[in-house]
């Protein structure tokens, strides 16, 4: 609404105020439209190739675990024929619980280590003997996981390097064949996986401790508190998420197992470092059993989500 005034031949037009505001919120909006488009414009070619190459496969193996099917030729409806195998094959179940105990290893081993390894490098975080340590353990994120098993191999066969300090020391009775052995194939492997994941915690629980207040630590040694009351009472509290963060890495990277296993065991010996990883490439590539690797791929899928929300939710911090 506007209104005119002034003397006689010349008018001002006044906009009403209720006008004016209407129009700065039509430009406000038309403005925040563009934005959102202009936002929509970068990110769909990264959702474009996320629903590509991870949703539409997701959704095919869902759809060929109802199937019995070779790959090649037509494909059979079976149902839930699939499904149910898995519930009477041993070797399935088998690799399910190796992959469970793995956890063991590849989770809570090298996250207890890089919390000792981090409250032991921050005490003198400034020094070089920090960054020398800081560097050495993290090194072994940034080799390949196959360079790993393979150096991993050698240092584990017969006449290997192991074997070689055992019987150094006058422990030969102990030596042998780590990686060949029933016994001990699995631990073996989960030595590895622990070997690789420490430096990442290491490095994640040594980044969480820099953000606590120096004032906890002085106020609890008025207190009289010692080191480990401390670490106990205010340092792991304090790194409840990034502990959260290392558990669920390193969980999805024990279940997820592939690499390490395939090259320096194969599976073996017998089953007994076999895991899902393994045992739906065997299925797919090998047996041409489509339909039953796709299964088994969907109920291990739904067993990760199973074990890691729940991490999740319980390392959550309270005040978010």
Not at 144 to 172: E, H, K, Y
Not at 234 to 239: A, E
């Amino acid at each position: 609404m506007t209104a005119t005034t002034g003397t006689p031949g010349r008018r001002e037009t006044v906009e009403h105020p209720a006008t004016s505001q209407e129009a700065r919120r039509r430009a406000l909006k038309a403005r925040r439209l563009r934005r959102g488009w202009a936002a929509l414009a970068l990110v769909a070619p990264a959702a474009l190739f996320y629903g590509v190459f991870v949703l539409r496969p997701l959704a095919l193996t869902f759809q060929y675990s109802f199937y019995d099917w070779n790959g090649v030729t037509e494909a059979t409806w079976v149902g839930w024929d699939n499904y149910t195998r898995l519930l009477g094959e041993s070797e399935m179940l088998g690799s399910i619980a190796n992959a469970l105990q793995l956890i063991i290893y590849f989770s809570f081993v090298p996250v207890i280590l890089g919390l000792f390894a981090a409250a032991t490098i921050r005490k003198f975080a400034t020094s070089r003997l920090a960054i020398i340590s800081r560097t050495v353990l993290f090194l072994p994120q940034v080799i390949p996981l196959v360079a790993a098993g393979i150096m991993w191999t050698w240092l584990m066969a017969s006449d290997g390097l192991v074997n070689q300090v055992l019987r150094a020391v006058g422990l030969g009775s102990l030596a042998q064949a780590w990686l060949g052995n029933f016994d001990t194939a699995l631990p073996a492997v989960g030595a590895i996986g622990a070997w690789v994941a420490l430096g990442l915690c290491m490095l994640l629980l040594l980044a969480g401790m820099t953000k606590i207040d120096p004032a906890l630590y002085e106020a609890a040694r008025i207190d009289g508190a010692g080191a480990i009351r401390e670490f106990f009472a205010i340092t792991l509290p304090s790194l409840r998420q990034e502990i959260g963060v290392c558990v669920t890495v390193t969980v999805i990277a024990a279940l997820a197992s592939f690499d390490i296993i395939y090259i320096s065991t194969q599976g073996g010996p017998g089953n007994s470092t076999l895991v899902p990883g393994l045992e739906i490439y065997y299925l797919a590539f090998f047996s041409r059993e489509i339909g039953q690797a796709s299964a088994l791929a969907v109920a291990f899928m739904l067993l990760v989500l199973a074990i890691v929300l729940p991490i999740q939710r319980l390392t959550k911090d309270s005040d978010s």
